[in-house]
């Protein structure tokens, strides 16, 4: 029986992170709209509904309302938890869904 070269478990771990790193980069790039996706907490910096804390309620009962089948989302960082959101789709979703937005979506 041959013994692994020290450090072979590590890599494999390696290798496992960047493969899953590259899906990641190719969901987004397969996802991604003419706007781009926007960090969660960095959404009211561009838009004035929702508000950050309404935009993580929203997130949070995705499987109950439809955001999480929209299209709208995508989880990111190292263990997953952050969230990447979709302008358009979001959009595209409120409306569908009966929300009533405001006249301005978008911050001038």
Same mark, same amino acid.
């Given at each position: 029986m041959m013994k692994e070269p020290?450090? !072979? #478990?590590?890599l494999e771990q390696l290798q496992g992170q960047l493969d899953q790193i590259s899906r990641q980069?190719? *969901?987004? =790039? *397969?996802? =991604? #709209?003419? !706007? #781009?996706f926007i960090p969660v907490?960095?959404?009211d910096q561009r838009y004035m509904w929702p508000t950050v804390a309404g935009l993580r309620d929203l997130i949070q009962h995705r499987n109950f309302n439809g955001l999480g089948t929209? #299209? %709208?989302l995508i989880r990111h960082g190292n263990k997953g938890t952050g969230w990447?959101? +979709?302008? +358009? =789709? $979001? $959009? *595209?979703? %409120?409306r569908s869904s009966g929300h009533q937005l405001p006249n301005a979506e978008e911050k001038q």
């Open positions: 020290p450090g !072979t #478990g590590i980069l190719q *969901e987004l =790039r *397969e996802h =991604r #709209g003419p !706007t #781009g907490p960095k959404w929209s #299209g %709208a990447l959101i +979709d302008p +358009d =789709r $979001f $959009f *595209e979703w %409120a």
